[in-house]
């Protein structure tokens, strides 16, 4: 069998075949981003920009797939290249070892398809959805807190974040409720699913909405924005 042949249940082998030649840049490699680049790769997207200027630590190791006790201290853009070489060498990484920002962000992102918000901040997500508009290209948010999560697609134009975060900033949104390992994985799982069906032009997108995540309770809401 083939690497793709169980991909190819889901989704078509024409669509499979499509998706390596897609490129999508990921802003954060933490615990979002790492399971995200591992997700993108597995399918088979044919160049990943890999985005994230921080380095690993201990308290990463509880959630973040790339993190792990021999490479604390390193660049988690880098530990995503190398993760990828493992996973799938026919997919390019590309990392970016620094922090998007005004300056930067429309060079990194200017050839990239989808854009994926795996960041922990405010002001960084602005600069994403600000540049994916200059770009005409769609953004797909998710952010995580303890065991709640939240995920939209943002297309050129919407300004969904606006609206979510309309009136805060970093000060004002802070984590108390920590991160475990498995709402990131499931955040991250969707996000996924939203790119893929902006990449194949298929199925229903959370486009002027967001899906709100509790998992204490098991409740899954859908909330027009």
Known sequence: MGRYDRNMMCISEEENNSLRYKTVAVAGCGGLGGHIIEMLG????????????????????????????????????????????LVNPDVELLPVMNRIDENNAGIILQKA?????ALDNVSGRMILQQSCEDFGVPLVHGAIAGWYAQIATILPGDRTLDKIY????????????????????????????EVLKLLIGRGELLRNKMLFINLLDNNYEIIEM
Do not use: C
């Open 166 to 193: 309309s009136g805060l900033n970093d000060a004002e949104i802070k984590n108390p409720l920590g991160n475990p390992s498995f709402t990131p994985a499931l955040t991250a799982s969707i996000e996924v699913s």
């Open 42 to 85: 597995r399918l088979g997207v044919g160049k990943i920009i890999a985005i994230d200027g921080d380095v690993f630590e201990d308290s990463n190791l509880n959630r973040q797939i790339l993190s792990h006790t021999q490479n604390l201290g390193k660049p988690k853009a880098l530990a995503a290249l190398e993760r990828m070489k």
């Open 113 to 117: 398809e989808v854009v994926i918000d």
